[in-house]
């Protein structure tokens, strides 16, 4: 069994910068392909960023792209999500999830690929 916990969520003006992180409990965190996901009020929620397992594999969606960075420090079971020049539409409940798989440099990104959840943490965005 694995936990997420997030941190790093608030409230910051368009243009501003907030780090995400999530620390995990366990200790096979190197095994898991972590992912941040989003939704925001009366919207699915959504894949916004994705690492592998070594850390050397990134994938983002486009909306992002340019602005968030995801990392890992698998010492310290922690991914982060570095989230630059916020717009009021990145408004949402942030999650971060994992995913057990075998491969070093698989990054997942689909909802199904992820067998852990944490509880969310708010960012909000104002203009």
């Known amino acids: 069994q694995v936990q997420l916990v997030e941190s790093g969520g608030g409230l910051v003006q368009a243009g501003g910068s907030l780090r995400l992180a999530c620390a995990a409990s366990?200790?096979?965190?190197?095994?898991?392909?972590m992912g941040w996901f989003r939704q925001a009020p009366g919207k699915e929620r959504e894949f916004v960023a994705a690492?592998?397992?070594?850390?050397?594999?990134?994938y983002y969606v486009d909306s992002v792209k340019g602005r968030f960075t995801i990392s890992r420090d698998n010492a310290k079971n922690t991914v982060y999500l570095q989230m630059k020049s916020l717009k009021p539409e990145d408004t949402a409940v942030y999650y971060c999830?994992?995913?057990?798989?075998?491969?070093?440099?698989?990054?997942?990104?689909?909802?199904?690929?992820?067998?852990?959840w944490g509880q969310g943490t708010q960012v909000t965005v104002s203009s």
């Open positions: 366990g200790r096979t965190f190197s095994s898991y392909g």
């Open positions: 690492i592998s397992r070594s850390g050397g594999s990134t």
């Open positions: 999830a994992g995913g057990f798989t075998r491969l070093q440099d698989i990054v997942l990104v689909t909802f199904a690929q992820y067998d852990y």
